[in-house]
């Protein structure tokens, strides 16, 4: 069965640390792969995708991923985590639109 | 240019009530989205329409909810008899075609609370 894992709840970092936001997923073949951002009372916010191609992306607000086929993961990472990039970060997979699936999401606390 | 707006924000209902949920899709956009996202979870997907046609709504959680896009733009999602575990925002994305590889365009949700 198709699902998303997203193995941390709740992280926090300092401003200017550096972040790594885990994903790992089960489909039965190469799936489109998403990051989203999500602040508290809007909607989800595209930081990134992967269809194919390079198994590195970059995405906006500095974020990237890297996929990674051997280990069914998409792990999303910022070199310096600024205030303002505290929110909820879902990673979402799906080879088509009507079988997304998104993880359960990770809270991201930036410490100042 | 607008992104996807819904309404109402906020919706209180008490239990046994029926609500109807609207999106207001990015002009132009073919498919359109409604997801379910229960406190602390990420979306779930319920339907899916191209153009007025809705061509899945295998995630619908029972016959209670129905899904319209009549004039292939403006959908509204409708729950009879709310109960309490309905409760959640309800998210809309549309997207600019009907297949390959788009980034949908999600609008801030309506929080549904029933009582």
């Known amino acids: 069965a198709q699902s998303v894992t997203q193995p941390d709840i709740h992280i926090t970092v300092s401003e200017g640390a550096s972040l790594e936001l885990r994903c790992n997923y089960s489909y039965g073949a190469t799936p489109y792969l998403f990051w989203y951002v999500q602040s508290p009372g809007q909607g989800l916010q595209l930081l990134l995708k992967?269809?194919?191609?390079?198994?590195l992306v970059q995405g906006i607000k500095g974020f990237e991923a890297e996929f990674k086929r051997s280990q069914s993961s998409f792990n999303l990472r910022k070199p310096s985590v600024h205030w303002s990039d505290a929110a909820e970060y879902f990673c979402a997979v799906g080879a088509q639109w009507n079988d997304m699936r998104f993880g359960a999401g990770t809270r991201l606390t930036v410490k100042p | 240019g607008a992104g996807v707006s819904q309404s109402p924000r906020y919706k209180v209902a008490k239990r046994g009530q029926d609500v109807a949920l609207r999106c207001d899709p990015i002009?132009?956009?073919?498919?359109l989205f409604w997801y379910q996202q229960a406190l602390g979870q990420g979306p779930e997907f319920l339907t899916y329409f191209q153009n007025e046609a809705q061509l899945d709504k295998s995630g619908l959680p029972s016959d209670r909810f129905f899904a319209e896009r009549p004039e292939g733009s403006v959908s509204t999602l409708k729950i009879q008899r709310t109960q309490q575990e309905d409760s959640a925002v309800y998210l809309c994305a549309s997207i600019p075609g009907d297949s390959g590889a788009y980034e949908q365009y999600f609008g801030p949700g309506t929080r549904l609370t029933v009582t």
């Open positions: 002009s132009g956009h073919v498919s």
């Open positions: 992967y269809f194919s191609g390079d198994t």
